[in-house]
Structures are given as structure tokens and as C-alpha cells.
């Protein structure tokens, strides 16, 4: 079974940060372009950054420097670590396969507050 599940969020204050992952099952991560996206309360869904098989980056201009998006192939688990967060970050985090059957996770919800 073909699956995305994230996990790793929570409550932090400015500043802080963390580390989602997403773990995936049914198919090989090393494989695929594999996505971050979130959607913040009110808004649409925005893309956040990008791993190609190669390992090559790609980042969101409101993140680049400090979010880094990685993955463990032996593991199968996509990371996204987020470090000085902002309130603007709060949102649910979403990882995505975009290519056969465009497939997501459940998200996981960031609420950056002091």
C-alpha cells in the first residue's frame, strides 16, 4: 500500500525549531521528485520545497535559508527541518509525490506562537 504519513509538528515559539518528517511506504523515496507544501489558515496551499532523486533543492523564496528539506533513502522518511520560525510558518505541512497519482499525507500542524 502506497502511503505518506508526516509527523513532527507542534507548538513553538518565534524562533524555534523543528524537524517533519515523512515517512512513505509502497514505493522507493530515492526514486521520485518529492515535495513539501503547507496551507495556512484562510489560504491556499503553497509550495515549500522540492528533493529530486539526484538530491538536488529547491526552495520557496519566504524559506530558502531556513528550511533544508532531506531524505534518508534506507530509511524511506523525506525531512524537513525548519529553523527560525515565524508566526507567517504556521500552518499544516503536507509531503507530496507529485508524479503517479500526485499522492499526500494527512499533513502535520505547525503553530509557530509565544
Known amino acids: 500500500q502506497v502511503q505518506l504519513v508526516e509527523s513532527g509538528g507542534g507548538l513553538v515559539q518565534p524562533g524555534g525549531s523543528l524537524r517533519l518528517s515523512c515517512e512513505v511506504s509502497g514505493f522507493a523515496l530515492a526514486t521520485y521528485n518529492m515535495v513539501w507544501s503547507r496551507q495556512a489558515p484562510g489560504k491556499e496551499r503553497e509550495w515549500v520545497a522540492t528533493?529530486?532523486?539526484?538530491?538536488?533543492?529547491y526552495y520557496a523564496d519566504s524559506v530558502r535559508g531556513r528550511f533544508t528539506i532531506s531524505r534518508d533513502n534506507t530509511k524511506n522518511t523525506m525531512y524537513l527541518q525548519i529553523n527560525s520560525l515565524k508566526p507567517e510558518d504556521t500552518a499544516v505541512y503536507y509531503c507530496?509525490?507529485?508524479?503517479?497519482?500526485?499522492?499526500w499525507g494527512q499533513g502535520t500542524q505547525v503553530t509557530v506562537s509565544s
Open positions: 507530496n509525490r507529485p508524479a503517479g497519482g500526485n499522492l
Open positions: 528533493i529530486t532523486p539526484t538530491g538536488t533543492t
